[in-house]
């Protein structure tokens, strides 16, 4: 895929937030647990990154797929992965069903603000007893006239201590397995909605993560994200966009990860020789650098892919997979050719090895995309 001028310059414009409005804070973020989701997002709206792709009269940019794969690329090189993946959350995870699906006036209730920054967003799949089988979920609403009575809890969802509403997969029948849910827009100021607990994480600590409890909250029947019983084949399609998002950001996570540490093996000196000029060491980060063009090459492979209509299930599983596996080996093999400052949590090398381990379970575990592969490509796992 050839990026034009406009992808290189729009590439900058997020470059430059990131660099002046985002990562001159994030320290002080993880140290604190917590980003100001509020005060961020407004930021980010006014340059149209949380809506690159929506419909303008929903107050998004209608602009194709190729810059959302460029600004994931340019998010990743935020200094936190809670950040960025928050921001992911908000963008390309709990709003694609709503932009493609939703009503119109639940598209201006509720994807409009997100859009502009004003609504933070969750999206809650995930529960205590499930979460790669996403068959067996068991939160359930059930019919009262106009309205949903939901009950059910909702385990490790972004943004969930700061959200104003989250895109909640539910059961709506009895029908089981994959049949019978439904994706419903749950605000949180919702009379039975409670956060139980923010969860202490390995990593992403300046992502807020929280476990949900819906005690017989009622919602309008009219805030289900379009038809009734299709929330599964919904959050599916949603799931794609959410992984690729995953492995666009990951690209750009590499890179700078990986200029950072050649700059600092160019200083630091061992056995007479600067470290950047040991075969081993240059060969093992070249190679690394070549998988991620790797990367970067499939994922334009995907985008272009998925912008001319194609069924990309089987080319974004294997993008989610090996950016999944790549950037935990670029992890660490930063922390350890910066030797014991490497280790030390004053070191950037710290932080990403913690945050780096969650690209392989969050959004679908390395083992659920080979199972979605070897399924497509004929394997008779059941
Ligand atoms: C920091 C963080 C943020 C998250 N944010 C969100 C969010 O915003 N919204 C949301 O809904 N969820 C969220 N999640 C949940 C995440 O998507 C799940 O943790 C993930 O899908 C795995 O589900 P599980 O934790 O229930 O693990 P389980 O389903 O219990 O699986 C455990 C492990 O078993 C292995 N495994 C699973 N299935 C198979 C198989 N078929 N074959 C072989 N091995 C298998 C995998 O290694 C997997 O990691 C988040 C999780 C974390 C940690």
């Known amino acids: 895929m050839r990026l034009t001028d406009?992808?290189?310059?729009f590439a900058a414009t997020v470059r430059s937030v990131?660099?002046?409005q985002i990562n001159p804070y994030v320290d002080q973020w993880e140290s604190e647990g917590i980003f100001p989701a509020h005060d961020l997002f407004p930021q980010l709206g006014k340059y149209g990154l949380l809506g690159i792709e929506y419909d303008p009269e929903d107050g998004g940019e209608g602009a194709d797929h190729s810059y959302t794969m460029v600004a994931c690329e340019e998010l990743g090189r935020i200094a936190a992965g809670g950040v960025s993946m928050a921001i992911n959350v908000q963008a390309n995870m709990a709003t694609p069903s709503l932009a493609k699906y939703g009503s119109k006036e639940l598209r201006q209730k509720?994807?409009?603000?997100?859009?502009?920054?004003?609504?933070?967003?969750a999206i809650g799949v995930t529960e205590p007893d499930t979460g790669s089988d996403v068959s067996a979920l068991r939160t359930r609403a059930t019919r009262d006239g106009d309205d949903w009575v939901i009950t059910g809890r909702k385990l490790y969802i972004t943004n969930g201590v700061q959200a104003d509403w989250v895109c909640l997969l539910v059961r709506t029948s009895d029908e089981g397995g994959y049949r019978g849910m439904s994706q419903?827009?749950?605000p949180t100021s919702s009379e039975g909605f409670s956060v139980a607990r923010k969860l202490d994480k390995l990593g992403n600590r300046s992502s807020d993560t929280a476990e949900l409890v819906l005690d017989e909250v009622r919602v309008p029947v009219?805030?289900?994200i379009g038809t009734i019983g299709r929330g599964f084949q919904q959050q599916m399609e949603q799931f794609v966009i959410e992984r690729m998002s995953a492995a666009y950001s990951i690209v750009g996570q590499i890179d700078?990860?990986?200029e950072k540490t050649?700059?600092?093996?160019?200083q630091r000196t061992t056995f007479g020789k600067p470290l950047a000029s040991h075969q081993y060491i240059a060969f093992r980060l070249t190679e690394l650098a070549a998988r991620n063009d790797l990367l970067r090459h499939h994922n334009q492979a995907v985008c272009e892919a998925l912008m001319a209509g194609e069924d990309i299930t089987r080319m974004a599983s294997i993008a989610k997979w090996e950016a999944g596996r790549l950037v935990r080996e670029v992890a660490d093999m930063c922390l350890q050719f910066h030797g014991g400052i490497g280790y030390m949590e004053e070191t950037w090398t710290a932080r990403m090895?913690?945050?780096?381990?969650?690209a392989s379970i969050g959004g679908g575990a390395d083992e659920v995309m080979l199972q979605v592969i070897a399924r497509i490509d004929g394997y008779p796992l059941g």
């Open 110 to 121: 509720y994807l409009k603000p997100a859009i502009a920054g004003e609504m933070v967003a």
């Open 262 to 266: 050649r700059e600092y093996l160019k």
């Open 222 to 224: 009219a805030n289900t």
């Open 256 to 258: 700078v990860a990986l």
């Open 184 to 186: 419903i827009v749950v």
């Open 6 to 9: 406009d992808h290189r310059s």
């Open 353 to 358: 090895f913690r945050d780096a381990r969650l």
């Open 18 to 20: 990131v660099d002046t």
